[in-house]
């Protein structure tokens, strides 16, 4: 397991502030109170371990296929269904939807290989990721990616608790099957928009892993 580089300056920043804590508390605490003091110590050692876990990279073989659409996110399977995409396609799509709780790994990859035909930022609220509204109305970033098999889009999506998005995409690039495309700190959601006819290989509440996990393949 590695930590990944987003999470360099949170984990550093929390490293100084909770250390600040312990510090503190063993000066001015520790000789009023052990226990509290022992509460505070464990408390601040139970946060530092989360921060530092949930920028963990895990050891994994990822799986390379040329008809498989790969899981982006680590999560729970949350939506399968049809609906009419108005950001890129203007037409129906196969939207599948997964749902990334704070303590899944958050570092989102490419389902597929292909050119970047589009990367948008969007402003936008902070609803709770698995309301219907957050695809459409959150704060959000969207990438097209093409090949000769298929057209999807890739819609990274922050929730109540999420504040950044990171996407590292641009337009034109060439991108490979399970390369990272970016990251979201905290709880979140990505959504894929896929052709009508794709068959999916998974049901709602599955739990998915990226770079792993087998959404649908390319009919």
Known sequence: MTIHKEGYPTIALSTVFLGGLIILSNTFLAPLSEMIAWLV??????LWLFILSFFRIPSRTFIQDERAIISPADGKVVVIEETIDTEYFNEKRLQISVFMSPANVHVNR???SGKVLYSKYHKGKYLVAWDPKSSTENERHSVVISNP????LVKQIAGAVARRIVNYASPDQEVVQNEELGF???????DLLLPIGTKPTVKIGDAVKN???V????S
């Open 211 to 213: 770079g792993v996990t």
């Open 110 to 112: 490419y389902p597929v």
């Open 215 to 218: 959404l649908a393949r390319i």
């Open 184 to 190: 979201i700190k905290f709880g979140s959601r990505v």
């Open 149 to 152: 098999s298929i057209t999807l």
């Open 41 to 46: 110590y464990i408390v601040c050692g139970s």
